[in-house]
């Protein structure tokens, strides 16, 4: 999908962002992105589901913040007088499910880390983590790939999508998702 946001009636990105049923009424490109976002997730989870994976949910709030190299948001258990944790990750549990016997588990499911905000970085935010037990990392690359050139291909009819990495207003940089992906290795030095 081509964004044009010249033909955008409403304009103002931060009157567009804090009150998106304007921005859903009045820039009709809009709406396709939120049907776009549920047709991935719905293959995502389709396609897991057909590999025999299961999927769970675990808890958002935790007594540690744990699972990844970032802030946490905290709050408060008023009950049970407790400090938690806002979930990060949700690696450690899953990783918990595959000890205790569950061979293909995985969750799509928010994430929140109390850290930058930018056009990729979002305080609150969807992933997708999956764990199988008795493979290795070229199965799991494999099946990454087929996840991931088989969405593309069912969205686009090809295997290549144009991404705005600096916001609409800039040109969108092309990413090839061609079978087989190779190794894509991303460094990130901030000096």
Request: proline fraction near 4%.
């Amino acid at each position: 999908m081509t964004r044009n946001p010249e033909a955008y009636v409403l304009k103002y990105q931060e009157t567009r962002y804090r009150q998106c049923h304007l921005d859903l009424m009045l820039n009709l490109e809009v709406r396709q992105i939120f049907k776009t976002r549920a047709r991935i997730i719905s293959h995502i989870r389709s396609f897991l589901d057909n590999l025999g994976f299961l999927e769970v949910e675990k808890p958002m709030m935790n007594m540690i913040a744990g699972g990844a190299a970032a802030h946490p948001f905290v709050t408060h258990h008023n009950k049970l007088n407790m400090r938690l944790y806002m979930r990060i990750a949700p690696k450690l549990y899953l990783k918990e499910l595959v000890v205790g016997g569950l061979d293909h588990v995985y969750e799509i499911g928010k994430q929140l880390r109390n850290e930058g905000i930018d056009l990729t970085h979002n305080p609150e935010f969807t992933t997708c983590e999956f764990y199988m037990a008795f493979a290795d990392y070229n199965d799991l690359m494999e099946l990454t790939e087929k996840m991931l050139s088989g969405k593309v291909r069912e969205l686009t009819g090809g295997y290549k999508i144009k991404y705005h990495t600096n916001g609409l207003d800039k040109e969108p940089i092309e990413i090839d998702f061609t079978p087989p992906l190779g190794l894509w290795i991303i460094f990130s030095y901030n000096a």
